[in-house]
C-alpha cells in the first residue's frame, strides 16, 4: 500500500517571529507471506515511513524549521510458528532500518533548543517473541531485542538501547478476575561522557468485571519504585522515568 501526507505546520509565538513549516511525503509498504503449513509460515517486508522534524505536526522550533522530514527505510525477514496443539506462539525476525535528517540536542551547546542533523542512521538487529498457555487461567508472554546502531561515519549513536525486552504473565484468577504483571528491561544508552544506566521496571495491573457492562481497572505503574532515567534531555541531562502510580478508573460499556 502507499499513504501520502502534506503537513503544513503555523506555529505562532507570543513576542516572536512565528514559524512556518511545510512538507510532504510518500510512504510505502509491501510484504509476502509464505505458510510451510498450517503452523509455520515466513515473511518479508519492506516499508518507507517519514517523521515530522518535530515529531509532532502541533510543534516547532526555530532550530529545525529548515528541516527534511525524517525518512526510513525498513526490510525485515522473519518466521511465525505455533507449537503444542497452539499452546505456544513464537516469531523470529532480523531487520535492518536505515534512517535519514535524524533531529538530536546539539551535544556542543547548552540550549535545548539547538539542534544537530544526523544525515543517516542504520540499525541491524533480532527480535524473538513468545507466548505460552501454562493452563486455560495462565499465559506467560515476552520478547527481546537486540540492534546495532551507527551514522553514516560509523559512530554510535547517542541515546540508542541496544537491549531491550520484557516478561510478563496474565492469571484469570475468577471468571471476572485477571491480575497482570509485567518486567520491562532497557538496556544502557550510549553516550560518550555521561551513558544512560539500564533499568528494569514493573508493572502490575487487574481488571475486575463486576458485569457485562461494568469494570474496574486498577493499575501500579512502577510497582517497586524504581528511580531510572526514561530519555534525555540536553547537555548530559535526563528526564526521570515515572514515579510508583496507582491508579483505578470505571469502564462502562452502553
Do not use: C
Not at 522534524?53 to 522530514?69: G, K, L, M, Q, Y
Not at 493452563?135 to 508472554?141: A, G, L
Amino acid at each position: 500500500g502507499l499513504r501520502y501526507e502534506e503537513i503544513d505546520t503555523l506555529y505562532v509565538r507570543f513576542g516572536r517571529a512565528p514559524i512556518d513549516q511545510s512538507g510532504d511525503s510518500v510512504t510505502g509498504r509491501i510484504g509476502l507471506v509464505y505458510d510451510f503449513n498450517e503452523n509455520t509460515a515466513i515473511y518479508a517486508q519492506y516499508s518507507t515511513g517519514a517523521t515530522h522534524p518535530s515529531n509532532s505536526i502541533v510543534t516547532a522550533s526555530a532550530s529545525n524549521r529548515e528541516s527534511d522530514f525524517i525518512k526510513s527505510e525498513q526490510i525485515e525477514l522473519g518466521i511465525k510458528q505455533q507449537l503444542l496443539d497452539g499452546r505456544l506462539h513464537w516469531n523470529l525476525a532480523l531487520f535492518d532500518i536505515v534512517k535519514n535528517n535524524l533531529i538530536e540536542d546539539d551535544p556542543d551547546s547548552p540550549d535545548p533548543a539547538d539542534f544537530t542533523t544526523i544525515p543517516e542512521q542504520t540499525s541491524q538487529g533480532v527480535e524473538l517473541g513468545f507466548s505460552f498457555e501454562v493452563n486455560p487461567n495462565i499465559q506467560i508472554y515476552g520478547n527481546a531485542s537486540l540492534l546495532n546502531a551507527e551514522t553514516d561515519t560509523g559512530d554510535t549513536p547517542n541515546y540508542v538501547p541496544e537491549e531491550t525486552g520484557n516478561l510478563g504473565i496474565a492469571w484469570s484468577a475468577l471468571s471476572n478476575l485477571q491480575v497482570i504483571a509485567d518486567a520491562r528491561y532497557v538496556g544502557e544508552r550510549f553516550h560518550p561522557s555521561i551513558p544512560i544506566p539500564s533499568y528494569t521496571v514493573v508493572d502490575a495491573s487487574a481488571r475486575w468485571s463486576i458485569s457485562d457492562k461494568l469494570s474496574l481497572p486498577v493499575r501500579a505503574d512502577n510497582l517497586f519504585d524504581e528511580l531510572y532515567a526514561s530519555s534525555p534531555y540536553y547537555s548530559s541531562t535526563w528526564l526521570v522515568g515515572k514515579r510508583r502510580t496507582f491508579g483505578i478508573t470505571a469502564d462502562y460499556n452502553f
